[in-house]
């Protein structure tokens, strides 16, 4: 018998799909990720939520007030940026998923549902390269939502620590007896010397009106012992003998007034520190609401993204 001269591909049928010369013959099917429409998408959204976020701001700023009974409140404030961010998210990564659905090659050979998970994979991938392009670019403004609450709290944990310094710690305002300042401290030390108006005119015996009163000295006293107990009755007696010094005052009326005196420091003190607890717990509470909230705001946009590429998907397609 004549052997044959046809070669492997006329012997052997094609068993490639149909769907292989859909779009004429010869030419094969797409892969399953377009990454051009993808690339598209996510580009478009990153713009877009670059848009949305300097409009935002310039909202927001013109909103605020540094005038008192003007502008909106803290809770305001923070409500409108969560409900901002997360109009931002849904807006921008839908509009991306979108464009990665439609920009997409057609699946002619695929099936419905094949092709439902294409686009929803699409648009998630979108989503996603925007999502990580926005970070690495606008690292800066992720941290500030993330960190405002915790800086804000900051701001004001630092703001009663330093009351706190000019209450009590005169020691470190006042670093010379001749120093001067207008602290809390400073006045709860003058009054401590003050001369009773009730006392003799003339200074004590050995009594030095001539030099200023030692305010860092005993500042410092009252700072060694404030934030543990009360004053040590050596040092009592110690501050009492400069008052009575100083004051004209009998020893014992002298101890009274520095015991009086040491208390209200203490006083001022304790209630510092509940004022920096209290805003060290507020800013804590709210990086955590800030951080949840980001992540809801996140996740809508990635179902947005999502949804909408099936839709474009299917606008491509029928």
Known sequence: MPVSTLTASEQIPDQRSPSTFAHGVGVEEPGAVSWPAILAGAAAAAALSLILLVLGVGLGLSAVSPWSQEGISAATWGISTIVWITFCQIVASGMGGYLAGRLRVRWAGAQLDEVYFRDTAHGFL???????????????????????????????????????????????????????????????????????????????????????????????????????????????????????????LTAPDAEKRVVDAYSRAQTQWQEVQTKTKQAADAARRSSAYGALWLFVSLLAGAFAASWAATFGGRQRDF
């Open 126 to 248: 979108a989503w996603a390269i925007a999502s990580l392009a926005t970070a690495a670019l606008l690292g800066s403004v992720i941290s500030n939502v993330l960190g405002g609450g915790l800086q804000a709290g900051a701001s004001v944990a630092g703001s009663a620590l330093t009351t706190s310094t000019a209450a009590v710690a005169g020691a470190a305002l006042a670093t010379s007896e001749a120093e001067s300042d207008n602290g809390p401290m400073n006045y709860l030390l003058d009054t401590l010397f003050r001369k009773d108006a009730a006392a003799t005119s003339t200074p004590p015996i050995g009594g030095d009106t001539t030099t200023p009163a030692p305010t860092a000295e005993v500042a410092r006293i009252f700072m060694n012992s404030i934030g543990t107990g009360a004053l040590p009755p050596e040092d009592v007696r110690y501050v009492g003998q400069v008052v009575a010094q100083r004051t004209g």
